[in-house]
């Protein structure tokens, strides 16, 4: 005979389970502020305004928060993505000697994000970091 209890803690980890699978941020047509931001440098441009489409597999990989401005590590790799209790974050890894790299972080809504790719452009020894807040504005057309 099973018991009521086991039978509920058994629904509730299959419950918790489907919630984590759960996409981190509902898909659709998002409208990004994107600022670039240079150490000890005001007003670097003007804020970038980007519409985008974002997929369920671009939410699930981490691509709907990758770089947005004209940078060179927008062509290197997403590594150790993460979403999970409202936050993301992941890594940007360059191949080759004198590779940049960065570290991301973002809060995260169902329709709206906010985050920082910190950037090393490696052999240039030079940092910078991209700023966006990105809000849905419905459905991809």
């Known amino acids: 005979m099973r018991s009521p209890a086991l039978i509920a803690a ?4 299959i ?5 984590a699978a759960e996409s981190p ?3 659709g047509l998002y409208e990004v502020e994107v600022r670039i931001s240079l150490p000890n440098v005001q007003d670097v441009a003007r804020p970038l305004l980007v519409t985008r489409c974002i997929t369920p597999d671009d939410a699930d990989s981490g691509r709907a928060f990758f770089v947005l401005s004209d940078n ?4 290197c790799n ?9 936050k993301a974050s992941y ?3 360059c191949p080759g000697p004198n590779r940049g790299h960065a570290i991301a972080s973002f809060e995260l809504g169902k329709t709206a994000y906010r985050g920082t790719i910190n950037m090393n452009m490696g052999g240039k020894n030079m940092t910078m970091a991209e700023v966006q807040a ?6 991809c057309p």
Do not use: H, Q, T, Y
């Open 10 to 13: 058994a629904i509730g980890a």
């Open 15 to 19: 419950a918790a389970g489907s919630a």
């Open 25 to 27: 941020l509902l898909p």
């Open 72 to 75: 060179p590590l927008k062509r």
């Open 78 to 86: 997403l590594v150790d993505f993460e979403a999970a209790s409202g």
């Open 91 to 93: 890594r940007i890894e």
């Open 134 to 139: 990105g809000k849905r504005a419905g459905d």
